[in-house]
């Protein structure tokens, strides 16, 4: 990860994880076998099992959140929790003045993502947004060659996966939403990403397929700033999945798939291979950006308005699809 110290006197900052989970469990073994400017000082989970956790990692487990939080021994907090929860850990930080890093969503819905960033702003305490695909080497290779393809006309991109085994993720009291909300929210900020362009207005058909309560396709068409238009696809239908972005420049069109890793360059009937990725954790990146915009030397990888404006996005998603209508995007939110 490199050589920058943590904290002041090159200590390794303390780490406390809220839910340690299928994802929370991949914060913390790259804390422990990667990332060796943080140190896992505990975790927090409700079952027993976070107590084997903590004897495997060698942390102390907390089974009430709130404690770890206001341990001393805890110096920032991870949070990788349902997002009904995001709002009162980010509230419990705050009063503490905990660095959070909070797991996307942002929040269930546009409100409480308002009040949750607001209250953070207010105590001056740091809140990073893990929106991980930032740091996906096709997504960043993408952002790399689309800019030197000439003016961008329209972009496609898509986000398929598998139908979740989780539970919550189809009870709308827990998970706010569905695809729109967990999975959209990663093609919208990594469009902006990508292209530096804002969404100003889009249209969206959202249905439920194979889900009981919850979306779980969602189609939309967006339009951008500088005339730039497009389509986006999410759902949970297939056992097959991708990641496919596709931008429509000038001078080529440049296609990428970051689940399977290819990035190319089409000019006439000629596709031309500019790379090709072997499968990258993206955790261990967002860590160290995290770790060095704490200890000073670095600016935060990703706000909590990055994460606000992707909610926005999902929010207007939803209601577009309501009504039947287009929704204009606002994302002036007074802070």
Known sequence: MGSDPATVGGKAMRIGIIGTGRHGSRYAKHIVNDCHELKLSALSRRTEYGG???ENWGCRWFPDWRDLVRDK???????????????EIARCCARHGKPLLLEKPLAVDVGAGIELVRSMR???????????????????RLREIVPEQGRLHTIYANQRIEPSPLSWLDEPAVAGAGITLHIAVHVF????????????????????????????????????ENGVTG????????????????????AAQVHGDQVHGHVCRLTGTTATTVADFPSTPTIPLLLQDWQRFLAGAGSNPITGEDGLVAVVLADACL?????????????EFGF
């Open 52 to 54: 084997t956790q903590a």
């Open 73 to 87: 021994d805890v110096e920032a907090v991870i949070a990788a929790v349902p997002p009904i929860l995001n709002r």
């Open 122 to 140: 207010a105590a001056g305490v740091p809140l990073t947004i893990a929106q991980t695909l930032r740091y996906n080497p096709v997504i960043r």
């Open 189 to 224: 900020d990594a469009l902006s990403f990508i292209t530096g362009l804002r969404v100003r207005r889009l249209q969206a058909w959202c249905s439920r397929e194979r889900a009981g309560k919850l979306e779980d396709l969602a189609q939309i068409r967006v339009e951008m």
């Open 231 to 250: 389509l986006i696809e999410v759902s949970k239908l297939s056992s097959g999945r991708s990641g496919r972005y596709e931008f429509v420049c000038s």
């Open 319 to 331: 209601r577009s699809s309501q009504t039947g209508r287009p929704v204009d995007i606002v994302t």
